[in-house]
């Protein structure tokens, strides 16, 4: 089985660094995604990391030990916009089987 | 390109009725899948189609059923609608191996069971 485990609320201000950690259990693993959710919507894909290490998108960066189990998304310059639920999730014994995490909601405040 | 398209938004349903809920793609994606969401809990695996023709469970498949006939479609039947599966039901698609870690969601349906 598999389990990915991220903290269920951040609070920041705009302009501020956020970091969003998921760590997982999984009997297999290819690698970790991240995707946002907006309330009403449907997530988007945001990062992934295949690899150790850092991956950068404009604002968003994600990060993966795979030794640690453990892995981020750090939003920097935050935007009111940013105000969402995002998800890590992972693949274990088959690529077309992904599993989510419960979700980070991250609140921007002015 | 519409993307991925669900259909119906919304649905209430009484216990016991069936229905499907559909979902198509038009990106000529290998792999598609369905979710739930309720809330605090993330998304869940419902069923997933690594083409057409395969299908195979996720976390939480009992209540319903899934069928591949074509790379487009992946509708979800309901077998007799209960009230814990009012939920908003996604689905999603993605290009196979290893490209599927990038899943393209649809709009939703949102259930109610009465």
């Known amino acids: 089985g598999q389990s990915l485990e991220q903290p269920s609320e951040v609070t920041a201000v705009e302009g501020a660094i956020v970091q969003i950690n998921c760590t997982y259990q999984?009997?297999?693993?290819?690698?970790l995604s991240w995707y946002q959710q907006h309330d009403g919507g449907a997530p988007t894909f945001l990062s992934y990391?295949?690899?150790?290490g850092l991956e950068e998108t404009g604002r968003f960066s994600s990060f993966l030990s795979r030794s640690d189990s453990y892995g981020y998304l750090l939003l920097q310059e935050l935007q009111m916009k940013d105000s969402a639920s995002y998800f890590c999730?992972?693949?274990?014994?088959?690529?077309?089987?992904?599993?989510f995490g419960a979700g980070t909601q991250v609140v921007v405040t002015p | 390109n519409a993307g991925v398209t669900q259909t119906p938004k919304f649905q209430v349903l009484k216990t016991g009725q069936s229905m499907t809920l559909q979902c198509a793609q038009d990106?000529?994606?290998?792999?598609m899948s369905w979710y739930r969401q309720d809330p605090g809990m993330g998304l869940r695996l419902i069923h997933y189609?690594?083409?057409?023709?395969?299908?195979d469970q996720g976390e939480v498949p009992n209540g319903y059923n899934v069928s591949r006939s074509t790379t487009e479609d992946f509708p979800l039947r309901l077998l007799s609608a209960a009230p814990s599966q009012t939920s908003v039901y996604f689905c999603?698609?993605?290009?196979?191996?290893?490209?599927?870690?990038?899943?393209?969601f649809g709009p939703g349906t949102r259930l109610t069971v009465t």
């Open positions: 999730a992972s693949s274990g014994d088959s690529w077309g089987k992904l599993q």
């Open positions: 999984t009997s297999g693993f290819y690698g």
């Open positions: 990391n295949g690899l150790d």
């Open positions: 990106m000529n994606h290998e792999y």
């Open positions: 189609s690594v083409g057409a023709g395969i299908t």
């Open positions: 999603a698609s993605s290009l196979g191996g290893g490209r599927a870690y990038e899943q393209y």
